[in-house]
């Protein structure tokens, strides 16, 4: 049992995700972002500017398995769904993410609004999201947690409802993106009983970048580096997560590529597969070369991506 928590607390400590304060502040509770190893091919869950920008109504599907082979380990499920409008300026989505790991189930329900600006070679998009996140944690499963802690209800049940907004700028055109999101506005600390309170400040501002652009060699074959930096003002400007990413495009058909994350040590294989314009079929797999190496065979993710029409170019966007 307590080898079992002390891997679930590695875990939540290199995903960020939600757990109680740091820093001296242990009535904060941090809902961090989640890690996504083919977020280049659905860029609405980092980003709500994106919405639109394939130009065509798209549904995307993933399923994420972390660190597979730790029981209780995290399994993250998303659902985003976003369109442009028939004047070509705004843009309407919708995404959802269903997670649990150790003892805490999770999701996320977000509708999006985007407006995009015509440029002399591109467009400039900005996005508003709005929504909640929904948190449940049953410590009662667990040994060595004291139930008469304060901040724990008297069932040992923590539930919680987070309203919550984020917005974010994308610029794309055919060759070239660039984006910055802040994810979340609001922040909430515990109050004790399983009450808590919601407070906004700028200095615990999370900001996720994304870039990457398109070089052609030959119609038949092209090269797409990209990078993700989520950094953090709460912790003196601490690196959430940094990817390096590289994809080369065979015939606009199939995609191989890899990516290095440094702030986890991770090493990411990618291999998708565009089946005509309309749909596409991703897989990853993370090999962890830092501290997780001990503990698990790795990480996975599968992407499913439909775009109801067909004039999307499969290696113009993400």
């Known amino acids: 049992m307590i080898k079992r928590i002390y891997i679930i607390a590695i875990v939540l400590m290199c995903l960020n995700l939600e757990g109680y304060g740091q820093g001296g502040d242990s009535s904060r509770i941090i809902l961090g972002y989640p890690v996504y190893s083919q977020y280049i091919h659905n860029g609405l869950m ?4 994106y919405a639109g920008t394939r130009e065509a109504l798209t549904a995307t599907l993933s399923y994420r398995m972390q660190w597979m082979g730790i029981e209780d380990a995290p399994r993250l499920q998303t659902f985003s769904l976003h369109t442009p409008m028939k004047n070509d300026k705004v843009a309407l989505g919708l995404n959802a993410r269903f997670m649990q790991y150790g003892i805490t189930k999770s999701s996320s329900v977000y509708a999006i609004y985007a407006y995009h ?9 900005f996005g508003l999201k709005a929504g909640v996140d929904m948190s449940n944690t049953d410590y009662n499963g667990l040994q ?19 309203p919550n907004v984020g917005a974010g700028i994308y610029y794309f ?14 922040f ?10 919601a407070y906004h400040s700028f200095s615990e501002y999370d900001f ?8 052609t060699f030959s119609p038949n074959f092209k ?3 990209s990078a993700l930096l989520d950094l953090s003002l709460r912790d003196a400007q601490k690196i959430n997560q940094l990817d390096i990413n590289g994809n080369f495009i065979i015939s606009d058909l199939l995609w191989i590529g890899a990516s290095w994350r440094t702030t986890e040590q991770v090493i990411t294989g990618h291999l998708q597969v565009n089946i005509g314009q309309q749909l596409m079929l991703g897989f990853s797999y993370d090999y962890p070369a830092g501290r997780m190496n001990s503990y698990s065979k790795g990480s996975s993710e599968i992407v499913l991506r439909y775009d109801f029409g067909s004039k999307v170019s499969a290696s113009r966007q993400e």
């Open 223 to 225: 090269f797409k580096p």
């Open 144 to 162: 060595g947690i004291d139930m008469s802690d304060p901040v724990l209800p008297a069932d040992g049940r923590l539930a919680y409802v987070f």
């Open 117 to 125: 600006l015509r440029l002399a070679k591109g467009k400039l998009s």
């Open 46 to 49: 980092i980003n709500p500017a």
């Open 208 to 215: 996720v970048f994304s870039a990457g652009g398109l070089i």
């Open 173 to 186: 055109s055919d060759k070239l993106f660039a984006g910055m999101a802040v994810p979340s506005f609001l």
């Open 188 to 197: 909430y600390k515990s109050t004790g009983g399983g009450n808590t309170q």
